[in-house]
């Protein structure tokens, strides 16, 4: 069977993440936590009986091919993979239509690949939730004696998040263009036309009424471009005006964090970084049980989130601080999102800020390909799925997930 390539795992994928809206099928081509996450979410939508139906239309002329960016250690490389759509959202609760948001954005994937020779990494069987190695799953699982192959279990989208996108490709641009400026020419000629009858009533000349139609929409159509370039104007200065701090803090988290983690990690990448911070908040966010999750070591009651039935990111984080004492390194975020929330009888979208506290051990680099579904116990060496027991099922020792991955350790809503 011919390997698949990043575009088609892509594609795959942005179909799939719809599908799940309509059905609840899990994306096949997502890993474990992406798979667990939506997990959460759907248990989340069925608690107040809430569906999503996504609908992602790629933008002809805003981006022909997929974009990618790639970054590795030893044992996987992730491909940092994007593309232009146009997203709509329709939420319904109860069946009935509440809300629907339609945007221009960009959908970044992370597509890890698991290296040649590497084949001894632990993972989650598909078929049984067992947690072997990649090598034992193709020979067959230990436990269920599903053989899989290679495709099955790599390459998978491990982290995904949408962007809002400004640009427009050159198609765009002319739709737009000629849509105004035909609607300006239609306006001039109703404006003209009580003239045109008139003039015909008092035997007026019939080519000086059609000139004079013709230089009227002229002017009216040249009068529809210059209304779209004051609306694409203003759209620029409102949003600029809204995200011009979010965007100077972001640049300058990106540059500061960078600078910051290289010195312990050399292979770190903010945007690895920026889709987990997402992919932890959005757990912690439609997780029932907070005081058995592994991704979260704060107060139970600082977490209000009971009521969001969907979370988007809007592309801003700003650092606070970081710092590092003995093995580990602690960091102080604000995140902006765009959450929709369950309230009264329908939905409510509204912005939030949040500020969150992440720790990590920096005394060994990061894993690409570390799950939460498949870790290792430090004290016995067993692997086990943490998203259902913090405690080891073999040795009852506590895992602790901030020895292999970020953890948030506090979060709280701002004004």
């Known amino acids: 069977m011919q390997e698949k390539t990043d575009q088609q795992i892509?594609?795959?994928?942005?179909?799939?993440?719809?599908?799940?809206?309509?059905?609840?099928?899990?994306?096949?081509?997502?890993?474990?936590?992406?798979?667990?996450?939506?997990?959460?979410?759907?248990?989340?939508m069925e608690k107040y009986h809430v569906k999503i139906e996504y609908r992602l239309n790629l933008r002809e002329g805003r981006q022909e091919h997929v974009s990618s960016a790639a970054f590795s250690d030893l044992h996987y490389t992730n491909k940092l993979v994007w593309k232009a759509f146009r997203k709509e959202a329709d939420y319904f609760r109860e069946g009935r239509k509440c809300l629907s948001v339609k945007d221009n954005q960009l959908l970044y994937t992370i597509v890890t690949w698991?290296?040649?020779?590497?084949?001894?990494?632990?993972?989650?069987?598909?078929?049984?939730?067992?947690?072997?190695?990649?090598?034992?799953?193709?020979?067959?699982?230990?436990?269920?004696?599903?053989?899989?192959?290679?495709?099955?279990?790599?390459?998978?989208?491990?982290?995904?998040?949408?962007?809002?996108?400004?640009?427009l490709g050159e198609q765009e641009a002319g739709n737009s263009v000629r849509k105004w400026m035909v609607a300006g020419a239609a306006a001039g000629m109703v404006l003209r036309l009580p003239g045109i009858l008139l003039g015909l009533f008092h035997g007026e000349n019939l080519f000086f009424l059609l000139l004079s139609t013709l230089l009227t929409m002229g002017v009216t159509a040249g009068l529809g471009y210059f209304a779209l370039s004051l609306s694409l104007a203003f759209r620029v200065f409102k949003d600029g005006f809204k995200q011009a701090p979010r965007a100077a803090a972001q640049i300058k988290a990106k540059k500061e964090l960078t600078s910051f983690m290289k010195q312990f990690d050399p292979g770190f990448t903010f945007e690895y970084f920026f889709g987990k911070v997402q992919?932890?908040?959005?757990?912690?966010?439609?997780?029932?049980?907070?005081?058995?999750?592994?991704?979260?070591?704060?107060?139970?009651?600082e977490c209000s989130f009971d009521d969001i039935a969907d979370a988007q990111f809007e592309g801003a984080v700003s650092l606070n601080a970081c710092r590092v004492e003995g093995d580990y390194c602690h960091l102080d975020l604000g995140v902006y999102m765009t959450d929709v929330y369950c309230r009264n009888q329908g939905l409510h979208q509204q912005s939030d800020r949040f500020r969150i506290g992440l720790c990590r051990n920096i005394s060994h680099p990061v894993d690409y390909g570390f799950s939460i579904k498949g870790v290792s116990c430090k004290s016995c060496g067993a692997s086990f799925d943490a998203t259902r027991e913090r405690l080891c099922p073999y040795c009852r020792s506590r895992y602790d997930l901030k020895e292999d991955d970020w953890v948030i350790t506090y979060i709280r809503r701002q004004p």
Request: aromatic share 12%.
């Open 10 to 44: 892509y594609e795959d994928f942005a179909a799939q993440l719809c599908e799940w809206g309509k059905s609840g099928a899990l994306p096949a081509s997502g890993n474990q936590d992406i798979r667990y996450g939506l997990e959460l979410q759907r248990k989340r």
């Open 279 to 301: 992919s932890l908040v959005k757990i912690l966010m439609f997780a029932d049980d907070r005081e058995n999750l592994a991704v979260y070591e704060g107060r139970p009651e």
């Open 114 to 167: 698991l290296n040649g020779g590497t084949d001894r990494a632990p993972y989650i069987c598909p078929n049984c939730g067992a947690v072997s190695q990649v090598s034992e799953l193709l020979e067959g699982c230990p436990y269920c004696h599903t053989r899989f192959l290679m495709s099955d279990l790599y390459p998978k989208v491990t982290n995904y998040y949408f962007l809002r996108d400004y640009g």
